[in-house]
DNA sequence: ACCTTTCCATGACAGCGGTCATAGTAGCCG
DNA sequence: CGGCTACTATGACCGCTGTCATGGAAAGGT
């Protein structure tokens, strides 16, 4: 992802999500967190003073902010602005990696959602992720043409048939799953733009 | 779910899976699932000489050949006999236990798929509960009247859907997602069934 | 009665988890 | 130099986990 080498909290946080999003929350250690991230172990307890749960509440943060913005990033580089190139693109950003890792990896707010049983923290961290997320989909949806009051529930169906089919995906350690949404779902977002507004938003 | 009381080996399945969807792999302890099952701890070993691996496994199968099975049950209760109509079926099966319980529980299968990176033994068997849960959907809308190549899409389409509006609907605590993926969805599965079949499958 | 199979009980072990305590280093300000 | 702050290092603690070893109870067949 955004492989920058900033300061070493930073790097720590985005180690942890990467390895949240590999090996789910109770799997992945604070001792794996800093070696990951080429940072001393002692500075997890200088930089996380709240411990693990705010280590896993910084990576799903990060996480959600860094989803939100791809979307910005994907509207930009869109060849035919509309609702289901964009989904498109959201999905191959995730068939890529498979692609070029192997690997299919998962999604980190996901991750923390399943376990989030011990922590309410961690709970409200996804939720607020998956709202950073939302929120921008929803905008390039009314961008592309969507009217406003179908732009949420939309984008509410565009990222919880992402979520699932990454973990069919990874069950299935194909890519089925995620192409299959990507096609079967295109139609119906079109579908939401008037025809007045096919081919001409900005 | 089904709460009857058959062996002891039975139910620590059943207890494996209430408590793997509840609060992940990683987090459900064998001695919780031996209380939790009302079972005797050293019945573990002696059931599951394969250790968690081998229960973990059977718990997803379990899930996976009851959310197949669910599907019959809904296909006979259903008021009409639409695709959509089924999906809101298979939503309304979370969102009420929402209401009754009070708490968003998981999915096993999604559980055990986002934490399966220490086995490929349990993402083996996600991916065969998928199947066993994809099969019985997909032969259902061909009931209903879906051309049989869109089935399988369109089982995929909607269990993605499914598993996805669960993980944000627990992560903000709210059946929102899961309603409106039911109702956005709907029109896109209906649309499906060529026009001269509406009203009249068996 | 006796023995075999199935099932249950319990304690021990080794490993790893997060967290805390303590102490050391680097840099900057006076 | 002294003192202060930011950061790093390391080791110890306690709790928990899965697993194993050993031994005890039924049960049922002969």
Known sequence: MAGVQRGPRERMVFSAAQLIRHDGVGATGMRDVAEHANAPRGSLQHYFPGGKEQLVGEAVAWAGRYAGGRVARFMADLAEP????????????????????????GCPVAAATVDCA?????????????????????????ELGVPAERAEPLATLMI?????????????????????????LGPLLDAAVPPDDRRGEA
């Open 82 to 105: 509309t609702p289901s190139a964009l989904f498109a693109a959201m999905v191959r950003q995730w068939t890529d990696e498979y692609e070029t890792a192997g690997v299919l990896g």
């Open 118 to 142: 011990a922590s309410e923290a961690t709970r409200e961290a996804a939720a607020a992720a998956f709202t950073t997320w939302r929120g921008p989909v929803a905008e390039a949806l009314t």
């Open 160 to 184: 919880s048939s992402l979520e699932g089919a990454i973990i069919m995906a990874r069950a299935e350690g194909d890519v089925r799953p995620l192409t299959t949404v990507a096609r079967e």
